[in-house]
């Protein structure tokens, strides 16, 4: 079976991962623009070489409070649905339609290292999570000293949309 | 190339197949029968349809266009005669063939029955009409005999079988070839079943026979296309499909039952039917936009021109020289506009593409409904976004539904009003002041306000008393309130639980405006009014301490800016709303800062950090009276952006009602390139988009009516408030001050064209009289000394201003300085006689003002220059005016006797009335409010006497059109006019005057 990769970063309370393969980019969380009266996860939007991305906060996506941004803190943004369907070899296991046309960022508190993992270490998630958080892990792999939650984004997406 | 990809290359070229051919279909019933471009279209539509769906491996599609296909073969070949029977089923038969290449499935439901129909209509002329009596054919003649070859290989191919009769001299001159050559070039495109004579006979030499015959399997399957393809005329010949091969017992198998044959006609490679669920139905309809070559050539060379830029501006970075820099900008911006404009382009689509598909709207719905009906289209070439149009399909069906199934009457009812049985029904899209004005107009039996008002309160969503307060205009546009619908029995046409509130919802969306106008008895329009692009918008960009906000400025009427101690005095609190007397009017204001709940901040002046700000906002500080006095409050406010101690209003309008929009800053006008929102966005709602400013920040662009809402703005206001608002306003005159030496004078703003600063150097001389360079013309000059006696004249030395007033011919009229624009009140005026060119005197803002009669001045100077109107009989152009504003009797009275005609005047209605009994006059011009009779009187007076219901009526009123227009015209009035604007009201007369001449012998 072939390797997995994840780009693992960290959001205060745990260790987090998405698969490469869906992620476009990584860039400093500067220059966010705040967005009045917001609702839910958004945290602002960022402009990316003329492209507005709207910037969602993970910690408020899973559940938690709003970051502080501090100089690690990064955007990791994701494929839109169109950039997935230009890879033909890969199919997340989510409505792709999820990701959209406009791009989507997470602002998390910083990025680690890519993980690469043979998909036999891949555990489901614990059953006795809550319910909500638990439809957002798409698997577990032990790490030391934190295991690595990998997130399934459309879940995410899709829980607030 | 995957089949998803190929299916949505399919879809969009089908699309517009079907439309072409659904117009071609519609058109051959409208008999169009003998035009044989229309039938070739529509059988190269389905076949191309044919084509594709079995590239994709649409199957069912593909034997449904066939048969289809068949059906337009025979029409196009003559064999078939189109009649209802045929274009009904066609129709029907395109709905489906739509639906299953739409759903990107082709899948097309039961389609059997209409199968069957379309096979028994190919069936009939086949045998009544074997292919000998085609009439391209010259000479029927089957040389050969199909049943004696090998047609299996063929057919299994798809390959047509063609009969070629040749004059071998003609072929071989024509082309300068040899017989060998000719037959080897007719077996070039396909196999060369056979030939009469023999191919021996074909050699180099000149051919010995008279003619001759080839029996030809080729993929090509239109004979237009093959003849051309194969550089030969011939002499007749005949096309066998691969379903009408002989086979041996049979002689005419039905078309359908081979659907297997594989198109090979198609470069496409087969596609292998496993990955053929792999594509969802919603993403297989992408949108695509085809474009001209021309505009990707031009885009290619503004995209080398720009490359040419680029490169420029790094060689210059470095050289820091400034003047070669800003040349390249400059140049660079060029290229972006260009650039822009030509992408816009490609964005731009033509209305009618959405006017189209009501042919047949109308069609069916005239049908069902048992009503006849008749549709006029004009303005298709109209061009709008694409996202426009396509936003426009939905709206429009439902009004066109809803003029047909409430506003058309059933031929009876029509005949019993004296209407003709035959409704019409009009769309109409044309431009209009950088605007799209698109119209539903029906003649049908009109909506009566009367019922909307009785209707409004028995839903309970106005009282009566607010109903009566309503204009008959006002009423009418009820209809788009939410929750209301007139029908009293719901029909299957419209109104299927969307109103017309859901109309005007996407409407708004789209930055449209709605209105409904309709007579009883004589129909209804619906008036639509929408920008051309919603891609990139102008838009004012604000800023609410560091973040900027943009507005469209669709949205704004104008910008007022108090500063100083104005901030405090102007804006008035009640309870806890503050508003602002705009011009006497009151203003309801929102600051931005508060609706977005955006924390304000200072600069802390001692120690330089942001601190928040806790104070209330200004009035409320001054009423605590005490902690800041009047002399400190300078030095407190917020010193961080507002350095000058200013606060702007913006003045904003939502539909017909307008509010304040406070901010502390307004950063700059700009063209904003306008992006989507992403749903998580969408939920707070006051954005309508989002921008890149060109300093590369994000941000938002503000919706106006949410914003207004979110405010506690409430947007639906009545008439009597407007009324009454714009009656103070009745009797002003918005005036042009200037002063000539230590003098001051006005003249009617709406008189003037331009005003302009020239050096005294610019004036020339000729015959001893001074003139001016004005659009490459020489135009007078002329002093108001030299037409009024006893004026200074004292001019700056270097500088002079012109006022080019905009009647008759351009003159310029000489100004030593301009003032400003003043309302000048009808009060106070001091009446002169003595002098020609004066109407009077008044007291504006603190000083003494002449008040000029242009036309008079220009007349004095100028003898003959102003009158361009030349009329014969002395009668047709006296006209009476009514009008007890002196001031406003004098202005107007000039302007009409500069343009020609002979003006009496009457203080009101019945001055007027006496003036008229006793002096023919051609028209009348009169004022609406007037003491004594007013207008709406003196209208009715004259409409109800025999003698003088002739005479047109025009109403002029300093009230809003939009209310005074109805009234006026329900009196009894022909036209009306605003006052403000008089070359329009001068118009307004020429054109009734004009009216009178047509009738009268």
Redesign the interface.
Known sequence: MKHQQFVSFQVPGGLFGFDIRLVKEITPAV?I??????????SG???IR?Q?V?V?DLRVSLGGSEQQITDDSQIIILKT?SEI?AV?DYTPNFDL?YL???P?GFLVGSVGDIVTVEPSRIEDAPSHLLAQYRSYVEGVVRLDPLPLVILNAGAILGA?? | MNLANLIKEFITEAQEHLVTAEEDILALEEGAGEDKETVNRLFRALHTIKGGAACVDFDRVKEFAHAMESVAGLLRDGTLLPNSEITQTLLEGMDKLKSGILSGKGVLGDVDQILQHLQRIAQQPTQSASPQSNPVKAVPATIFDLRKYDTSEAKSQGLHIFEILLDPHKECSRSSATPVALYESIGSLGILLDSKPEASAFTAAPPSFSDCSFLLATMIDDPDLLFPGLQIEPLSFVHYTPEEFPAPAESAPPPIEVPKVQVTANPQPPVPATSREQVPASRSQEQTVRISVEIADKLMNLAGELVVVRNRSAQLQSSGNTREISAVNQRLNVVTSDIQRIVMRTRMQAIGSVFGRFTRVIRDLSRSLGKEMELTISGSDVELDKSIVDGMVEPLMHLVRNAVDHGIESPEERRVGGKSAVGHISLVAQHQAGLVNIQVSDDGKGIDPKKIRAAVVEKGLMTPTQVEDLSDREALNLIFLPGFSTAKQITEVSGRGVGMDVVRASLQKLGGIVEITSVVGFGSTISIQLPLTLAIIPAIILAVEEQCFAVPQVNVIEVVWLHGDEVYQCIQKIDESEVYWLRGNMLPLIRLSKVLNIPRSYVDPISGDIVADRREEAPDRRQKGGEFDTGKRAEIRDRRVALENALYIIVLRVGSDTFGLCVERIVDTEEIVVKPLHDKLKASKVYAGVTVLGDGTTSFILDVSELARTGGIRCEKTETQTTKVLANQDEQQKMLVFTNGVERFAVPLSLLMRVDEIRIQEIQIARGREFLCFRNSLIPLVRIEQAITGISSLYDHEFLHVIIPKIGQPVGIAASSIIGIVEVENANLIHSTDQAAIIGSQIVNGFATTLLDLCALVEIVEPGWMSSLDMPNAAANRIILAEDSFLYRALVTSYLRGIGLEVLTANNGKEALEIIRNTEVSCVVSDIEMPVMDGLDLARHLKSSEAFSHIPLLGISAMDEKIMRPRTLDAGFDDFCTKSNLPMLGEAVKSLLARVREFSP
């Not at chain 1, 623009?33 to 958004?42: E, F, I, Y």
């Open positions: 220059h623009t705040p967005v009045p009266l917001k609702v839910g996860d958004v939007v960022v402009n003329g507005v709207v969602l649905t369907e033909s339609d959209g046309s406009i989507v607030t949309a």
